[in-house]
Antibody, heavy 120, light 108 residues
Framework: QVHLMQSGTEVKKPGASVKVSCKGS????????ITWVRQAPGQGLEWMGW????????NYAQKFQDRVTVTADTSTSTAYMDLRSLRSDDTAVYYC?????????????WGQGTTVIVSS | SYVLTQPPSVSVAPGQMASITCGGN??????VHWYQQKSGQAPMLVIY???DRPSGIPERFSGSNSGNTAILTITRVETGDEADFYC???????????FGGGTKLTVL
């Protein structure tokens, strides 16, 4: 059974960083990319970036280009999303999702989401 | 940047048909995916590549894409279909993934 398991809720102060993990199971991790999407309270889905887990190539949304880093550890089948210089408007649920090869491919399996709260 | 426009809300009575639109410049030239997100849950893929259904998604869900509009159609709507629906494409010119703003489907 294909599954993406994310790390737990994080509470951070403004200016800090957060690192969210996403562990894949039930499939060959390096055969699919991992996408990160966030959802602020009461808002829609917002794409943040993507990593090719086979070769480590990344692509980030222009909005987050200078604050986000996505990495993958193939030995543990885990992807990570690191967001720096947190602000209150970064408070959101952060999702990872699996993507087949090819930029037009859909996100077919999603993690359960990780809540990040940024508050002083 | 590429913009996808969805109506904020659609209401339909049980047993009727619901159509949710996703507008974008020449969206018919792109591959559109649709996600359903029920309250408090993660999104779930319901239509991919304009019209294909993942295993486990009822035949009541269908999709089309032409010109400047993609459409998600749900026939014989059930109360359990109530959710937010999002369309998504990849914009080649910017190499960015784009989501529509989402449509809340209410089953009256």
């Amino acid at each position: 059974q294909v599954h993406l398991m994310q790390s737990g809720t994080e509470v951070k102060k403004p200016g800090a960083s957060v690192k969210v993990s996403c562990k894949g199971s039930g499939y060959t991790f390096t055969s699919y990319g991992i996408t990160w999407v966030r959802q602020a309270p009461g808002q829609g889905l917002e794409w943040m970036g993507w990593i090719n887990t086979y070769n480590g190539k990344t692509n980030y949304a222009q909005k987050f280009q200078d604050r986000v880093t996505v990495t993958a550890d193939t030995s543990t089948s885990t992807a990570y999303m690191d967001l720096r210089s947190l602000r209150s408007d970064d408070t959101a649920v952060y999702y990872c999702a699996r993507r087949s090869p090819g930029p037009t491919s859909p996100r077919d399996v999603w993690g359960q989401g990780t809540t990040v709260i940024v508050s002083s | 940047s590429y913009v996808l426009t969805q109506p904020p809300s659609v209401s339909v009575a049980p047993g009727q048909m619901a159509s949710i639109t996703c507008g974008g410049n020449n969206i018919g030239d792109k591959s559109v995916h649709w996600y359903q997100q029920k309250s408090g849950q993660a999104p779930m893929l319901v239509i991919y590549y304009d019209k294909d259904r993942p295993s486990g998604i009822p035949e009541r869900f269908s999709g089309s894409n032409s010109g400047n509009t993609a459409i998600l159609t749900i026939t014989r709507v059930e109360t359990g279909d109530e959710a937010d629906f999002y369309c998504q494409v990849w914009d080649r010119s910017s190499d960015q993934v784009v989501f529509g703003g989402g449509t809340k489907l209410t089953v009256l």
